[in-house]
């Protein structure tokens, strides 16, 4: 690797540390907090806790039929004890392992660690030294341990989240980076060397 080139993958990889952890917060939070709200949804399926979750409203003055600004607002001003009471009851229902599972920690994994093998490939047109941004991930944010929504996931499948979701992940969308940009250029200066000959043509 030239000295220019290695300068500039200091520098990029440098930038892609703090977007990396950024991304993994947003893309995390994204994922499980769809999937939060899709099954806190198909609870409300279940007559039991529908009627659990009417009675307590109207316990504290609002109707089931009140509008969503109307229920935005009523739960904004509910006294902590009461917005406490109203969360236990919401999420009785909801259990983080059935929320925060293998595949989708490995989802957010091969997301976050794609996104970042492709814009540092793309950047530096290398992808040979991208695996030290999952070993710094994994330094930073050391999933096996570090998190207790996933400690459920078991040992094997964490492996496979960091082999797979991160490392592998990274480099083949390096490469796919580093490649699409090694043939932009390739076809840019074809481009030139064509105008060039076509000016030679001319002149001659």
């Known amino acids: 690797m030239k000295d220019n080139n290695m300068k500039r993958v200091v520098i990029v990889y440098l930038i892609l540390i703090p977007v990396m952890w950024l991304l993994t917060e947003t ?8 999937l939060g709200g899709i099954k806190i949804g198909k609870s409300f399926q279940d007559p039991k806790k529908l009627n659990e979750v009417t009675a307590f409203m109207k316990k504290h003055g ?5 509008s969503k600004s109307e229920s935005k607002a009523w739960i904004e001003n509910l006294s902590p004890e009461d917005k406490k009471e109203f969360e236990k009851i919401i999420m009785q229902s909801v259990k983080i ?7 989708s920690a490995l989802a957010v994994c091969v ?3 794609g996104l ?5 490939g793309a950047t530096t047109k ?15 944010n ?3 341990i570090r998190f207790n929504s996933i400690l459920h996931i078991s040992d094997s499948q964490k492996i496979i989240m960091v082999l797979i979701g991160q490392v592998l992940a990274s480099y083949v969308f390096a490469f796919i980076g580093a490649s699409l940009c090694k043939s932009r250029e390739k076809i840019k200066k074809q481009k030139m060397e064509s105008l060039n000959n076509g000016v030679h043509t001319d002149a001659e």
């Not at 609002?62 to 009140?66: D, R, W």
């Open 111 to 113: 997301i976050v660690f």
């Open 27 to 34: 893309v995390w939070g994204g994922v499980h907090g769809t």
């Open 142 to 144: 050391n999933p096996v």
């Open 126 to 140: 290398t992808w040979l030294v991208v695996g030290i941004l999952p070993g710094i991930s994994f330094l930073m």
């Open 62 to 66: 609002i109707s089931e039929s009140a």
């Open 97 to 103: 392992e059935e929320i925060v599972t293998f595949g």
């Open 116 to 120: 970042i093998g492709l814009i540092s």
